[in-house]
């Protein structure tokens, strides 16, 4: 019921910073959990970061703890992710993802029912 629209990706140096959005529209967008995704080349995907559906409770992988951000505005039907002090390890596809459950974002055995098409981040050195 939940369709996802991915955008705010690009190609940045080193240190500089990007925010990322991922616009939802179909459904109840307020009552949903999300959160972000990445998978680069010959990697597997994984977990970035999650966000409740209130707004209130994140969770963050350890690899951009401190440096990424993730917040939501429910009025605007919009999940964001404050990129900082991006490295070049950084480098991927980022996918956004939205489930009833929050559980479903976080475990790492969660298969979330929404996704978005994915948008390219590039750091270079």
């Known amino acids: 019921q939940v369709q996802l629209v991915e955008s705010g990706g690009g190609l940045v140096q080193a240190g500089d910073s990007l925010r990322l959005s991922c616009a939802a529209s179909?459904?109840?967008?307020?009552?949903?959990?999300g959160g972000w995704f990445r998978q680069a080349p010959g990697k597997a995907r994984e977990f970035v970061a999650a966000?409740?559906?209130?707004?209130?409770?994140?969770m963050y992988a350890e690899s951009v703890k401190g440096r990424f951000t993730i917040a939501r505005d429910n009025a605007d039907n919009t999940i964001y992710l404050q990129m900082n002090i991006l490295k070049p390890e950084d480098t991927a596809v980022y996918s956004c993802?939205?489930?009833?459950?929050?559980?479903?974002?976080?475990?790492?055995?969660?298969?979330?029912?929404?996704w978005g098409q994915g948008t390219q981040v590039t750091v270079s050195s």
């Open positions: 993802a939205a489930d009833r459950l929050y559980m479903a974002i976080w475990r790492r055995d969660g298969n979330p029912d929404y």
């Open positions: 179909g459904g109840t967008f307020s009552k949903y959990a």
């Open positions: 966000i409740d559906w209130s707004g209130e409770h994140t």
